[in-house]
């Protein structure tokens, strides 16, 4: 999983998942790549920023963006094509939260370059492989 974040036309940050790495569930791509702009920048307020994903964004991301004041999320991968792998614990659609967030200035645009981005994840129909259903389900 990965993702970068835009300002003005520029790539002004990078990240990938590294829970797995790090030993912490909390980080995801979004997640390492909101830190580290915010502690770069001195500031928790991204406002002008947009945020680009492989994945649709799981809750704890969606939140921290909307809170961050991430103005745009767009995403490749979509919660109907993508395994449930990614999303079965999960009760709730984060599309649910852009559209009932108090910032509902937020643009959300889905499905960019979807194939490219389903081919780094288990498909909707595909089997789990074994190493994948040992691991947090979010990754």
């Known amino acids: 999983m990965g993702c970068v974040i835009v300002r003005e036309g520029e790539i002004v940050m990078r990240a990938h998942n590294e829970a797995e790495m790090r030993s912490d569930p909390t980080a995801h791509a979004e997640m390492v790549g909101i830190r580290r702009l915010c ?3 001195h500031t928790m307020d991204l406002k002008g920023c947009t945020l680009y994903c492989t994945l649709q964004p799981c809750g704890m991301c969606t939140f921290a963006a909307i809170w961050s004041g991430i ?3 767009v995403y490749g991968a979509t ?3 993508a395994n449930d792998i990614y999303f079965a614990t999960r009760h709730f659609d984060t599309e649910d939260f852009f559209r009932d967030s108090y910032k ?3 643009q959300v645009t889905k499905g960019v370059l979807e194939e490219e ?4 994840y ?3 129909d595909e089997p789990v492989p074994e190493e994948k ?3 947090d389900p979010a990754h």
């Open 133 to 135: 259903k040992a691991k």
């Open 39 to 41: 502690e770069q920048w």
């Open 79 to 81: 919660r109907s094509e």
């Open 71 to 73: 103005e745009r999320i």
């Open 104 to 106: 509902g200035s937020m």
């Open 122 to 124: 288990v498909g909707k």
């Open 117 to 120: 981005c389903m081919e780094l």
